[in-house]
């Protein structure tokens, strides 16, 4: 026979105080797990977003990054002619870029703050074909930008005819992009020759080429790697963006495997609070046992109203990570918008029932093994 | 004091409670100097730029290691009358396996950077590293990480690059030993930046004529291909790490948060040992102690088990780091301050568990305390 619910609830209103301390340990361990989660997840996938599958990136030969890259003038020429590229009516789908990184400054405003800067012709909106103009001009000439979400965030807000300054000059917002939420978003687009000039730059940093289909890809890189006049390294868009998300990848996984530690920290808490909830009641458990109920049904209820601690700590820990959710966190080339998914929430929840189990499993097994005679002789 | 014999009984009398509240302590104090070191490795960075040297590269740039400014202008520079020396610094990222282990590449012209970062060679030697093009000196710290050894050849596969080890060596500026020092001759002819550096670091005769040297380098450049901006080594230290202030606010929230939950934690175990002890309070404040005794005896157990847990966690990560680590740009290293700190915040967690059952426990009068039969 089982005992009622009801006993357990009533137990753990009778220690209010000691209750609801563990409960908030227990929440405030589940909300840094979901939002440390959660913030790596984002970073991840920010990253894994960007770029499309018949695209390729081509930079100097072994440059770490496109900012670290610049083509020499002769291959700028060679570059968008080769084959298994994929050609607009006459125009092949090759994109000359620079990539430069500068301090920019929103007048009114203090501080500098780290940007990135692309600069493109107007044929990388056909190469870059996930980037979606929301509002505004393409027309770029004339120091105009082009913002992403992150970029605008990371500016503070700034919106269409505002102006920022970098490199000396003054760039006027004229229009907002989305990128599915990549890290392309992070990107203030402006006009290549404008770039060129005000960062007094003499060569392109990239080109990002579009395959004639996915299957030429492999091709292109081929063939591009093995051509003596460029000197070039290319690499599968996707695959670069993975990769340039790695550079950052030991942020999160600090905190990572700090919420795992803390983690293991709350067990501890839980074991402590079921221990003494055992002790506190072996009188109350040997008369239990007298009226009849099995060392069994005491063990399955010690552990219920341990999974009823961890529960209440999972869903008050949820609920706090959740607010996490939108929050971005901003560290050089890197923006990520936080995203709490329904499946790492559930994940933080059922983690939380299973610290209190984890805790409550060694006292409860000590109060199902109790003698009858000795729990009650126990003043 | 004379308290102390009965504070021990009481923490070993339930052992398990006591075992399992200094578990959690260590485990909270452990992540937070975990955190603090990282933390310290920030301030290491720019703590050890110097004031008195400046630091010349190309305007307008964020990203550090993106700039360009040409090695003509160190001949400019160095004819400057306050200048006692320059040396330009070109700098590299490359990643060794993959691009989580990025490695910092610093082609350096040896002899002058020596001078001006206080380069000593541990291990191998300075000949072996001047006499081939791809000899390197590596970092002390990163050198340990991946175990690399004096002779050996490291590549770096994706970046197509070989580099022989000449030795180990550590620097007064703790910003190198992170990373690689090649000779710059060869590196710029890898990277195809013949010619430039991303940076030159310049010694002045006197440092009082900082500001006066820095704009009257950037006025002569101003109008050369290349601009640039010139301040002191440890402002442009610390624009560089700027961008980092949100993953380290980030990381000063985790360090609260450990310390939160612990203190739940504590409060929890301190509470029961208090309510089971109620009649037990109630006698000795019978035999004539006061609430200040009592007061003194539960946050005086709370502290005692606070530190041994405290010790075991810094115990934790000073084995953790036995040897420092290198983590991106920044080097682990255990410092004594940071232990400090780990200590003060197990007092912490003790006092803050102890502080509202404590109370409680001298609130109660004696004769309630003495009915209770529980």
């Known amino acids: 026979m089982a005992l009622p619910l009801s006993y357990n609830i009533r137990s753990l209103l009778q220690r209010k105080s000691r209750t609801v301390l563990t409960i908030l340990g227990i929440a405030s361990v589940i ?16 990253f894994a977003r960007a770029g499309a599958p018949d695209n390729v990136v081509v930079i100097q030969k072994s440059a770490f990054s496109l900012s670290l890259s610049s083509l020499q003038k002769s291959s700028t020429n060679v570059i968008p002619f080769f084959d298994h590229i994929r050609h607009k009516g006459e125009t092949p789908l090759a994109s000359p870029e620079l990539a430069v990184e500068p301090w920019v400054t929103v007048p009114g405003r203090a501080g500098e703050i780290f940007m990135v800067a692309r600069g493109i012709q107007p044929v990388f909106f056909d190469v870059l074909d996930q980037i979606r103009v929301t509002h505004g001009s393409r027309d770029l000439r004339g120091n105009k930008l082009l ?46 020759s404008d770039l060129m000039r005000a960062a007094q730059r003499e060569e392109l940093s990239a080109f990002t080429l579009k395959a ?58 839980g074991m402590n609070t079921m221990y003494t909830a055992v002790a506190g009641r072996t009188r109350e458990i040997g008369t239990i046992r007298a009226l009849g109920f099995s060392g069994a049904s005491i063990l399955v209820s010690f552990l219920v109203e341990a999974a009823l601690i961890g529960a209440a700590g999972g869903l008050l820990g949820t609920a706090l990570g959740w607010l996490a959710g939108g929050a971005r966190v901003n560290v050089m080339t890197a923006s990520v918008q936080c995203t709490v998914t329904p499946k790492v929430a559930a994940t ?32 | 004091m004379k308290f102390l014999p009965l504070i021990l009984k009481n923490i070993l009398r339930n052992r398990r409670r006591t075992v399992l509240m200094a578990a959690g302590i260590a485990v909270a104090v ?94 191998g030697s300075e000949q072996t590293f001047l006499g081939r093009p791809d000899a390197v000196l590596v970092g002390q710290p990163l050198a340990t990480q991946h175990g690399w050894r004096e002779g050996q050849t490291v590549a770096f596969e994706q970046s197509g690059v070989t580099f022989t080890v000449a030795g180990t060596f550590v620097s007064s500026d ?39 040297v820095s704009l009257a380098i950037d006025s002569e450049f101003k109008n050369a291909p290349k601009p640039t901006k010139t301040e002191s080594e440890r402002d442009a230290r610390e624009r560089e790490l700027s961008d980092f202030a949100q993953i380290r606010r980030m990381l000063g929230l985790l ?36 609430k200040s005794h009592i007061l003194g005896i539960v946050i005086g157990e709370s502290l005692v088990v606070a530190l041994v847990g405290g010790v075991i966690g810094i115990g ?59």
Not at chain 1, 169 to 182: I, M, R, Y
Not at chain 2, 69 to 84: A, C, E, G, K
């Open chain 1, 31 to 46: 909300s840094i797990y979901v939002a440390m989660v959660s913030f790596s997840q984002s970073m991840t996938s920010t």
């Open chain 1, 147 to 192: 913002l992403g979400p992150a970029a605008r965030h990371k500016l503070g807000g700034v919106g269409i005819g505002d102006t920022v300054v970098f490199f000396g000059e003054s760039w006027t917002v004229a229009g907002l992009f989305e990128a599915e939420g990549s890290s392309l978003e992070l990107a203030m687009l402006a006009d290549l």
């Open chain 1, 212 to 269: 004639a289909s996915v299957g030429e890809v492999a091709p292109l890189v081929k063939l591009l790697e093995d051509d003596r006049r460029v000197l070039v390294t290319a690499v599968p868009e996707k695959e670069y963006y993975v990769a340039s998300g790695r550079t950052f990848s030991m942020l999160p996984a600090i905190g990572l495997l700090m919420s795992y530690i803390i983690l293991l920290g709350a067990i501890f808490g």
């Open chain 1, 348 to 379: 933080g929840f059922v983690l939380a029932i299973a610290i209190g189990l984890l805790g409550g499993l060694a006292p409860a097994l000590r109060a199902s093994r109790l003698q009858i005679v000795d729990a009650i002789k126990q003043v």
């Open chain 2, 30 to 123: 452990f992540v937070i100097s975990a955190l603090l070191t990282v933390e310290a490795g920030f301030g290491t960075l720019i703590g050890s730029a110097e004031d008195t040297l400046l630091h010349v590269r190309e305007k307008g740039l964020a990203c550090p290691v993106t700039s360009r400014v040409f090695d003509s202008y160190l001949h400019r520079i160095q004819s400057n009358p306050s200048v006692r020396s320059a040396t330009g610094v070109l700098r590299g990222l490359y990643s060794y396996r993959s691009k989580d282990n990025m490695v910092v590449v610093s082609g350096v012209d040896y002899n002058s950077f020596r001078d001006l970062k206080g380069i000593r060679v541990v291990d």
């Open chain 2, 174 to 212: 703790k910003a190198y030993e992170n990373g690689i020092l090649a000779q710059k001759e060869y590196l710029a002819k890898l990277q195809r930046d013949e010619g430039k550096s991303t940076y030159i670091v310049v010694a002045l005769k006197d440092p009082a004529a900082a500001s006066a």
């Open chain 2, 255 to 290: 360090v609260l948060a450990a310390i939160v939950v612990s203190i739940f934690g504590a409060a929890n175990s301190v509470s029961m040992s208090v309510r089971e002890r109620t009649r037990e309070v109630g006698i000795l404040r019978s035999l004539g102690l006061q």
């Open chain 2, 316 to 374: 934790l990560s000073a084995l953790l780091l036995s040897t420092d680590k290198v983590l991106a740009l920044i080097v682990l290293s255990l410092r004594p301050s940071t232990l400090l700190s780990a200590v003060a915040t197990s007092v912490v967690i003790g006092l803050g568990g102890a502080f509202l059952p404590a109370i409680r426990a001298t609130k109660l009068s004696i004769v309630d305390a003495l009915r209770l039969a529980d």
